[in-house]
Structures are given as C-alpha cells and as structure tokens.
C-alpha cells in the first residue's frame, strides 16, 4: 500500500513547482532536482514499507507464552503483556536441598496442596517465598488474573502421601495467549473426569522420576496416550547438582531413566521455553527435559 501511494504522492507534489519554472534550463535543472526527489522518496517508501514488514513479521512471531521451569514442580509462565503467575513454590531446604529464589515476581501464585515442596508459605517457622500483599490460590475455582484464565480442577493426591490433609490437590489448567497449560502438582493416576476437565491441553507438567515416587511409568503413559499434549514436560525429579549427596532427597529418583525408556525425549539446554506456535503445531507430543533455573543454586555447606 506504502509502495502504490508514495510515488503517486511524490508527483503530485512536482506539478506546483514545475509550473513555477522561469526559464526552459532552470526548469529542465528543477525536473531532474524534481525527479531525484521522487526518486529518493520512493526509495523511502520502499524502506518505510520493508521496515514495517519486518515489524509485522517480529511482532507474529513474538512468544505469546514464556515458561520457565524454576526447579523441582515450580514454575513461572509470562505472558506476552508481562503478566506472570508462579506455580508451586517450594520451602527452602524442606526435604530437597535447596532455596527458593528470592525476590520473584507474580501476579498470582497457584498452589496444589500444602506439601512443603509445593507450598513454601505452609511450612512451620519458613518465611513465605512471596510477598505479604500477593494474590495466592490454593483452591479449585476460575479466575482472572492479567492476561491468564485461570482453572483450578479438584484433585486427589498421589498415594500414599497427604492423608493428613484430605490428599486434597488442585490441578490447574492455565489458559493464555491462546495456548492451554496444566499443572498436574502430585495428583493421582488420570481419572476420566480430570481427562474430561483437561481435554486439549496443549503443554502438560507432569511428576516423572526414576523411582517412580509419585506416578508409575505406566501411569505417566497413561496420561500421555489419553491426553496427547504437545508438550510434556516432565517436573519432581531429583536435581542432582542441586543435593549434597546420593542419599538426598530421600525416596526421589532422577529423570535419566525413565527418559531412557523413551526415544522422543529432548534436553532443552534452558530453564526457559517459548511457546511459539511451530512447536505447537507439530504432530504427536514432544518431551522437553528443561534445566532448573541459573536463580537455584547448590547451597554452600
Ligand atoms: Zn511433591
């Protein structure tokens, strides 16, 4: 459109000057300076409009959704206006090793059950990981919160842990930038009514470990072949350069080997993800092992 307009502009703004013309060479010197000037306006429409078509191409294929994968089940998803929520923030040092980062933001932090590894504010005498006046659910429900609608489904906790508090567990569903996310914390093996709520999941955080803590490998199949997701990405697995020894976390296994069992498995070299829509659209479901973030250290003791 820039191209059709500016030429047609350009001589539109000669005709003036060249009635103007006092003399036949003066007036032949101002139709040259004239036609250079078109020329050179042309040539700025051709940049005007490369430069809005480069903008235009950056801006399609700017992330809608950012995830990033913060250690053990928490998480972080931002959304394209910078909106965030943080998903299961641990207790420092409670069974696992390490520290929750300090000093994260959020709009909103979603929280499956009150496990200390899932739930930094539950824990005796730990200092919540978030700030006195933040937005926190822990409940089933919809809510709105910036650019994310989110789902809290009711669930049950995995066997044989949280019997002192129901083996109450919310699964959240996260809806943002057209993407669909869930957050599975330690639920059980699928039901058919949390396959029914979680139809069409496009990105699935799931506990997977080597020891099978949580869910057994067939259980994770299960989900996976029922659910289809596009992306699994597997969470609530040992971080070995995160412990101290062998022996801790006690009862957690790392990701190696059930990663072993599979041949579609893909170690992303960043705790952050993108979630474009080339990946989303590909056939089948992609397994990213992702790192923890840079923000969780090894404690120095
Ligand atoms: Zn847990």
Same mark, same amino acid.
């Given at each position: 459109?820039?191209?059709?307009?500016?030429?047609?502009?350009?001589?539109?703004?000669?005709?003036?000057?060249?009635?103007?013309?006092?003399?036949?060479?003066? #007036?032949? *010197?101002?139709?040259?300076?004239?036609?250079?000037?078109?020329?050179?306006?042309?040539?700025?429409?051709?940049?005007?409009? #490369?430069?809005?078509?480069?903008?235009?191409?950056?801006?399609?294929?700017?992330?809608?959704?950012?995830?990033?994968?913060?250690?053990?089940?928490?998480?972080?998803? !931002?959304?394209?206006?910078?909106?965030?929520?943080?998903?299961? =923030?641990?207790?420092?040092? !409670?069974? /696992?090793?390490?520290?929750?980062?300090?000093?994260?933001?959020?709009?909103?932090?979603?929280?499956?059950?009150?496990?200390?590894?899932?739930?930094?504010?539950?824990?005796?005498?730990?200092? =919540? @990981?978030?700030?006195?006046?933040?937005?926190?659910?822990?409940?089933?429900?919809?809510?709105?919160? #910036?650019?994310?609608?989110?789902?809290?489904?009711? $669930?049950?906790?995995?066997?044989?842990? $949280?019997?002192?508090?129901?083996?109450?567990?919310?699964?959240?569903?996260?809806?943002?930038?057209?993407?669909?996310?869930?957050?599975?914390?330690?639920?059980? @093996?699928?039901?058919?009514?949390?396959?029914?709520?979680?139809?069409? !999941?496009?990105?699935?955080?799931?506990?997977?470990?080597?020891?099978?803590?949580? /869910?057994?490998?067939?259980? !994770?199949?299960?989900?996976?072949?029922?659910?289809? @997701?596009?992306?699994?990405?597997?969470?609530?697995?040992?971080?070995?350069?995160?412990?101290?020894?062998?022996?801790?976390?006690?009862?957690?296994?790392?990701?190696? *080997?059930?990663?072993?069992?599979?041949?579609?498995?893909?170690?992303?070299?960043?705790?952050?993800?993108? /979630?474009?829509?080339?990946?989303?659209?590909?056939?089948?479901?992609?397994?990213?092992?992702?790192?923890?973030?840079?923000?969780?250290?090894?404690?120095?003791?």
């Amino acid at each position: 459109m820039w191209f059709l307009l500016c030429p047609i502009y350009a001589k539109k703004d000669s005709v003036p000057l060249r009635s103007n013309t006092p003399s036949l060479d003066r #007036g032949a *010197r101002l139709v040259i300076s004239l036609h250079s000037r078109w020329l050179k306006l042309r040539k700025f429409c051709f940049i005007l409009m #490369g430069s809005v078509l480069i903008a235009a191409a950056g801006w399609a294929g700017e992330p809608a959704v950012t995830l990033e994968f913060i250690a053990h089940a928490a998480f972080r998803v !931002v959304a394209e206006d910078r909106s965030s929520l943080i998903i299961d =923030p641990y207790a420092d040092r !409670v069974w /696992l090793s390490y520290d929750f980062p300090a000093g994260l933001e959020a709009d909103a932090w979603l929280i499956s059950h009150p496990h200390y590894d899932h739930d930094g504010g539950d824990y005796r005498g730990k200092k =919540p @990981p978030w700030p006195v006046d933040a937005r926190v659910l822990r409940y089933p429900g919809e809510f709105e919160v #910036g650019a994310f609608r989110v789902i809290g489904i009711q $669930g049950l906790h995995a066997e044989p842990y $949280g019997e002192e508090f129901g083996r109450f567990n919310t699964v959240w569903r996260i809806e943002v930038g057209g993407v669909s996310l869930a957050h599975w914390g330690d639920n059980e @093996p699928l039901t058919a009514p949390m396959a029914k709520a979680l139809a069409g !999941v496009e990105v699935l955080m799931l506990p997977v470990d080597g020891v099978e803590h949580l /869910l057994s490998f067939a259980a !994770v199949e299960e989900i996976i072949e029922r659910l289809e @997701p596009k992306i699994l990405i597997p969470m609530h697995y040992r971080h070995p350069d995160l412990e101290p020894s062998a022996e801790t976390p006690k009862n957690l296994g790392e990701i190696d *080997r059930w990663a072993a069992t599979r041949k579609d498995v893909v170690r992303v070299e960043d705790h952050r993800l993108e /979630l474009e829509a080339d990946i989303l659209a590909r056939e089948g479901t992609a397994i990213y092992v992702m790192l923890h973030s840079p923000l969780v250290e090894a404690p120095s003791r």
